[in-house]
């Protein structure tokens, strides 16, 4: 009896779980990338939101470093990147759009700046305009990096960005590895507290940093300007970047170096998710998707400081104050959006 | 009135509760409310999904509470950093500085007299340093590193836990209020306490060593304290009449009794700390924790692998050392078992 009853209640369970994931069962699945910075953050809100909504779909989004989700990418496991910084990951998206692993989707940000940034009150007192300005050894005192005595600490990039070895080069042909250390805050919001905590203190703050972002609309840094950018010089660059990235520091050779470009921010799809016929609509709306910096930044400044860190409310937010998204997506979408709003 | 007295702490507990909502209904969004506080009464939806407006306000307290910090104690913590960081960079640089020979025949000789004198251990430690190296040679330095942040780490936990585990061991009330905080300690997300490490203490070492504070003391208070009040009854009665003070039999019994536990709390709080420093390589704390990091960023299998068997390697170096200094006490405080055992 009790084999049979168990072997019953067995049965139930199962049916029970049946038909919970078939009710789970949406008419898409949607994998989105994301990053660890928020930008990418508010712009897979943006557009999960939509997808949720909109399409009816089932959207999964996973957060990590550049590396391993623009690798899920190129493997096909996710299926869309709403916010890809193309510039510093050349190399890698033409090797793999030749290979047909992923499609582009056209721009998403028009503009972005980064660069290397000195908080205001320093660069005014002490006329810091440019790198050049840099180079010296009572400046680099100011920002002293206390784990390597005599020398001045920027942070940098985290490892795993390209920017890190792009710094790292920068920094010896600009000749500035004599005075700086390029440090590795090891983490996205490692180096946000580290330039928000020396602004609550009041130091000095050497930096690589980049717009859109929340931070950058709190905190008053400065751009230095480097030498202009010139698409040759960039490219001679970009090919020492990516031999150290493979072979480590010890392969640096002297080349150009220029200043980051003005670049757009970029979407892309995995092939697999793009060829199926079934995802024509949402592609569609993917490649519609465009938010120009100064509105990120708005969605950035109300997710700092009026969401409480909620980044759906902060869709919302987007989605009922602007209408430019109305024409991404065809009426019927519009009207189910706006209706769950 | 006698009869409700075992109400009245319940009843205290309930006006708290009460206040909290009010306070979380008073502090929330006019759009998140409904417009006349009786609407409640009248709509019941907000009994569906959690409402916006029953929302305890803890986080801008605590981010206004935090800034209060940083700009009316920033100067304490100045100090602090000053004095952790000096004591990390003179002993990272000695150690860097000397050739890794001198560092390896340091080790065995420690190993050799902690472990008292058995060569098993120290040829195996012996082994375990010189693959440190072995592995990639770049480690070599960056475990130093580690090792010097894990060694200051130590250190604090020890100064700091020892007398608090004694503490707790000796006076229920101190245990009552130190318990709630090692459990806090113990499950917070390390993430909670690494970033406002930044933000008190800047990118690097420092945050590292406050980071293995809290998060390897607590297993070392815990066992002082077990290891104390596991002392017997009869021996601390015998101590008494024999005419011990207090501090004489804390002293002269309680604590040598404890020893092998309190020993094997620190070697505990050593294991703690060695992971606590791999995740504080998310904070910009050098050391060999920013190979995996790095190795995973890349995705580098073989690098985050072989930077991991370093970390084990160390793992090894630090527990064959206290372990086996633990277990020298244990027979030394034990002794006369052993000689009875030998009889048998």
């Known amino acids: 009896m009790k084999f049979l009853r168990n072997l019953l209640l067995s049965f139930v369970f199962a049916g029970v779980m049946a038909l919970g994931t078939t009710s789970a069962n949406a008419a898409c699945k949607v994998h989105l990338g994301d990053f660890d910075w928020d930008s990418a953050n508010v712009h897979t809100a943006i557009a999960s939101y939509i997808l949720e909504k909109g399409y009816g779909c089932e959207v999964q989004a996973t957060k990590g470093s550049t590396t391993p989700i623009m690798a899920a990418l190129f493997d096909q496991q996710i299926d869309i990147i709403t916010e890809v910084w193309r510039d510093n990951l050349v190399q890698l998206i033409e090797d793999n759009l030749a290979k047909g692993n992923i499609i582009e989707l056209g721009v998403n940000t028009p503009s972005s700046t980064q660069g290397f940034y000195v908080d205001k009150p320093t660069a005014d007192k002490y006329g810091l305009k440019s790198v050049d300005d840099m180079k010296s050894a009572e400046i680099a005192k100011l920002f002293a990096d206390p784990e390597a005595p005599g020398k001045g600490r920027m942070t940098s990039c985290i490892s795993g960005w390209t920017c890190y070895t792009i710094n790292l080069v920068k920094h010896k042909v600009y000749g500035l590895d004599k005075y700086y250390t390029n440090f590795d805050p090891g983490s996205g919001g490692a180096l946000d507290a580290a330039i928000a905590g020396a602004f609550k203190k009041g130091k000095p703050v050497f930096s690589y940093y980049w717009t859109p972002t929340g931070l950058m609309g709190k905190v008053d840094l400065v751009k230095l300007e480097e030498p202009a950018y010139d698409a040759a010089c960039w490219k001679e660059m970009t090919a020492v970047v990516e031999d150290i990235k493979k072979n480590g520091p010890d392969v640096y050779k002297p080349t150009c170096a220029c200043e980051y470009v003005n670049m757009k921010l970029t979407k892309a799809a995995s092939t697999t998710f793009a060829n199926n016929p079934a995802n024509k609509p949402i592609i569609d709306f993917i490649k519609a998707y465009s938010v120009p910096t100064a509105d990120v930044n708005k969605s950035l400044a109300f997710y700092m400081d009026e969401s409480g860190g909620d980044m759906e409310a902060t869709a919302k937010n987007f989605l009922q104050n602007n209408n430019m998204w109305e024409k991404w997506v065809p009426g019927d979408v519009k009207k189910k959006v706006k209706a769950s709003l | ?344």
């Open chain 2, 1 to 344: 009135m006698q009869k409700y007295k075992k109400y009245f702490k319940p009843f205290i507990y309930l006006i708290i509760f009460i206040g909290f909502i009010i306070i979380g209904y008073r502090n929330a969004k006019p759009r998140y409310k409904p417009e006349n506080f009786t609407d409640i009464f009248n709509d019941f939806s907000w009994l569906g999904n959690w409402p916006k407006w029953l929302d305890f306000p803890l986080m801008q307290p605590l981010n206004a509470g935090f800034d209060w910090l940083i700009v009316n104690y920033g100067m304490f913590f100045e100090g602090i950093n000053n004095f952790l960081l000096g004591l990390y960079t003179s002993m990272k640089d000695f150690l860097v500085g000397l050739p890794w020979p001198l560092v390896i025949a340091i080790v065995i000789f420690i190993t050799y007299f902690a472990s008292g004198k058995k060569t098993t251990t120290t040829v195996m430690v012996a082994f375990c340093t010189f693959f440190l190296g072995f592995l990639s040679p770049r480690y070599w330095d960056k475990c130093i590193m580690t090792t010097c942040i894990v060694l200051i780490g130590m250190g604090l936990c020890i100064v700091v836990g020892i007398p608090l585990g004694i503490a707790m061991a000796r006076n229920k009330k101190v245990r009552n209020a130190l318990l709630p905080v090692l459990d806090l300690m113990q499950t917070i997300p390390s993430f909670c306490y690494l970033i406002p490490g930044i933000l008190l203490f800047g990118l690097g070492a420092v945050p590292a060593i406050i980071a293995i504070f809290v998060y390897a003391v607590p297993p070392l208070i815990r066992l002082t304290d077990l290891g104390i009040r596991l002392v017997d009854k009869e021996v601390i009665e015998a101590s008494e009449a024999f005419g011990a003070s207090k501090k004489q039999t804390l002293w002269g019994v309680q604590i040598p009794l404890a020893l092998p536990n309190i020993m094997q709390g620190i070697n505990q709080c050593t294991m703690m700390s060695l992971a606590m420093v791999v995740i504080a390589s998310m904070i910009g704390t050098r050391g060999i924790g920013d190979e995996v990091l790095l190795g995973l960023q890349q995705l580098n299998v073989g690098m985050a692998t072989e930077a991991g068997i370093a970390i084990v390697l160390l793992a090894i170096i630090f527990d064959r050392i206290t372990q086996s200094y633990g277990e020298r006490i244990q027979e030394r405080t034990q002794k006369k078992k052993k000689i009875d055992y030998g009889k048998n």
